[in-house]
């Protein structure tokens, strides 16, 4: 499988959580600090000119602003570093970025897949003999119930500890229909195409919903998308291809295009 991936983007928006984060502490700890002016300057103590004075007269104001922008500076920080950052998974010995987990699942395949990972206008893109397939990923942990288009996660006291820390389920069916409409586009998809106007205008573009933490629990009643784990990859695309059946040429010129397209450093096979 020949793999091309954007590692400057994927380490700046890395770099770039981590920055809100470390903002989102300093603003906290701001907070703090104006949280404990009623100690260092009781109240019945005149008000002081300047700054001092300024603190004994606004600390609650500091304190409440600060606590809900370090809060929100640490949200964003944790929605970058949960979609770019290394960890550890449950479950895995491996320490990797979600795109690396999509890697390591789709270890196997031959040089006619192409993986496209923050390389293209979308995130994550496979493509081969299945054709063009675009995963929406999401890294949390515990129970998702999807019905339909329908798509929730059900309250428990868990969350509450980890809510600035998770990443949301949101709507993967929404999102991969804007995917796979960009992707359309990168290959010239229009309505009204014919094949020898454009060699791409039938290829398949599917896409479904991979959840890679493996203590994800799915209940789903009917999904309008596939939804999978991230060992179940192998088996969908594969059964995709049979159904798809591009000639060898027409995976080449679809691979040609999409690197054509791609912001990638050197590729690499397996």
């Not at 640490?74 to 998974?89: E, F, K, L, M």
């Not at 895995?92 to 293209?120: C, H, I, Q, T, W």
């Not at 454009?198 to 896409?207: I, K, R, Y």
Request: glycine share 8%; hydrophobic share 40%.
């Amino acid at each position: 499988m020949k793999v091309y991936r954007n590692l400057t983007q994927i380490k700046k928006r890395e770099s770039l959580g981590r920055r809100f984060s470390l903002a989102g502490l300093a603003v906290l700890f701001v907070g703090l600090l104006a949280s404990f002016v009623p100690t260092w300057l009781p109240p019945d103590q005149p008000i002081q000119p300047g700054f001092t004075g300024f603190l004994q007269l606004y600390w609650s104001w500091i304190s409440f602003t600060a606590l809900a922008i370090g809060f929100m500076l640490a949200s964003i920080g944790s929605y970058y570093i949960n979609r770019y950052a290394r960890r550890r998974w449950p479950g895995s010995r491996f320490f990797e970025r979600p795109d690396e987990v999509l890697e390591r699942n789709m270890k196997g395949f031959d040089d006619k897949y192409a993986y496209f990972a923050m390389s293209l206008p979308v995130g994550y893109v496979l493509a081969g003999p299945n054709g063009v397939t675009v995963f929406a990923v999401r890294s949390d942990k515990g129970r998702v119930i999807v019905d339909g288009e329908k798509w929730r996660e059900p309250f428990s006291f868990g969350r509450i500890f980890t809510m600035f820390s998770r990443e949301g389920v949101g709507n993967p069916s929404h999102d991969l229909e804007d995917q796979k409409q960009k992707i359309r586009q990168v290959l010239g998809q229009t309505q009204g195409d014919a094949d020898d106007a454009n060699p791409l205008a039938s290829v398949p573009v599917d896409g479904a919903a991979v959840f890679l933490n493996q203590e994800i629990r799915l209940e789903l009643n009917n999904p309008t998308v596939p939804v999978l784990r991230s060992d179940q990859i192998k088996d969908y695309v594969r059964a995709r291809a049979k159904e798809a059946r591009l000639s060898n040429a027409t995976v080449r010129a679809l691979t040609e295009r999409l690197v054509e397209q791609a912001t990638y450093q050197v590729p690499k096979e397996e």
